[in-house]
């Protein structure tokens, strides 16, 4: 009868840290322990950082959990007869928290996935230095995904030199993976202090930034709102995509947000107006966890605004008109003499100025002086002069 057999606890329990954020649970079944065609199976209890409970018949157990607050986990022997069960008393093992100074973590850590190829995805983190850690302090940041580890090849600083942000171009997260973990491990160093680690756990499927879908389509036929596109890049099917339609009609300026689960829709409108769309995408709930939306795509116009082409109209119309009365004025005006009147030509400005160097000067001047001679001469020639006549006292 399994109530008259004693129930002992497990031995040689250990806690060994076999990678980052992951915890190697081992132990022993008790030597003394009586079976008696009972079924064993051990109790596993995680107590912190996260509480857990499960059983296994194995004697060992993997755990991924963030470390930096230390570990604590107990097990204890479970024997099984038909519908009746016995345990043990428990047995404990406790890992200590990671050194380091309080407050000098890093903190608000955030990382956002995408995939950049069919077959590569890209990391990006974020984070705030400590609170109470020293202005020399440097941080550090790795990654691991299943059994590969890798430090960031590419950080951005704040205004003091810190790293506070990690881009990794490639990395060995699987595109189709499903609900895998993501350990992020960020530890620094500092010349006054110690810098305590910290470790943060993600579902890589809940921080993937979903690309923006391709090849987006829109046109207006009449009164339907025509819209299509192509899914993201990614090694998902069509199906495992919603998409989410932003539209507003610039005519009332009513706005629009549908949520479509296809990549092609047909919507009834004012044919009259001119509508402005964005659409962007995110995974659904049937084939993993929601990721993160994508970025809006560029915003396409379709459609024109009759009372916008109205004014365009009328304007234009004006302006011919007001152009041809123009010409038509100024060709009666010019037939009637009346431009001549109204804008008299500029008379030329008249020489006042003798050429001081006349052509024909020396013709003149030589004629004058040979007809003076002559003159003198011939006076000379009938008139004597009298001698000068002397007066006296």
């Not at 064993?40 to 959990?65: A, H, K, N, Q």
């Not at 895998?180 to 202090?193: D, E, T």
């Not at 005519?251 to 044919?271: P, T």
């Amino acid at each position: 009868m399994v109530s008259s057999v004693q129930v002992l606890p497990p031995v040689n329990f250990t806690l060994t840290v076999s990678a980052l954020a992951q915890v190697l649970l081992r132990w022993e079944p008790n030597p003394a322990q009586e079976q008696n065609n009972c079924t064993v199976r051990y109790d596993v209890e995680i107590l912190s950082p996260v509480p857990e409970e499960y059983d296994t018949r194995r004697t060992r157990s993997v755990r991924t959990v963030p470390l930096h607050d230390g570990f604590s986990a107990r097990v204890r022997t479970l024997l099984l007869q038909g519908d009746l069960q016995m345990s043990s008393d428990w047995v404990q093992g406790n890992l200590p928290p990671l050194p380091g100074a309080a407050d000098t973590s890093v903190t608000n850590v955030s990382c956002v996935t995408r995939v950049t190829t069919p077959g590569n995805v890209s990391l990006r983190c974020t984070w705030l230095p400590g609170p109470g850690a020293p202005g020399d302090t440097q941080y550090f940041l790795f990654y691991r995904y299943e059994a590969h580890t890798e430090e960031c090849p590419t950080y951005s600083q704040d205004k003091r030199s810190r790293n506070t942000e990690c881009r990794f171009a490639n990395t060995q997260i699987k595109p189709a993976g499903i609900d895998n973990l993501i350990v992020i491990h960020i530890n620094g160093s500092s010349q006054r202090a110690a810098i305590k680690p910290f470790q943060q756990l993600f579902n890589q499927n809940a921080i993937e930034k979903v690309n923006i879908p391709r090849n987006i389509s829109i046109s207006l036929e009449q009164n339907d709102l025509l819209a299509t596109w192509e899914k993201p890049i990614s090694p998902f099917h069509e199906e495992c995509f919603e998409y989410e339609f932003y539209l507003i009609n610039l005519k009332s300026g009513n706005k629009q947000m549908l949520r479509i689960s296809s990549n092609s829709f047909q919507l009834r409108v004012d044919g009259s107006s001119s509508y402005s769309s964005r659409v962007r995408a995110n995974h659904n709930h049937i084939c993993r966890a929601r990721g993160v939306w994508s970025d809006w795509s560029e915003t396409i116009a379709v459609g024109q605004n009759k009372l916008e082409n109205s004014t365009a109209w009328v304007l234009t119309l004006l302006c011919v008109s007001l152009s041809c009365t123009l010409l038509l004025v100024a060709v009666i005006c010019k037939l009637n003499h009346v431009w001549r009147k109204l804008f008299p030509p500029i008379p030329t400005p008249s020489n006042k100025f003798r050429d001081p160097f006349p052509i024909d000067y020396e013709v003149e001047f030589g004629g004058a002086g040979l007809e003076e001679q002559r003159m003198s001469s011939s006076g000379n020639s009938s008139q004597k002069l009298d001698p000068p006549t002397l007066l006296s006292s």
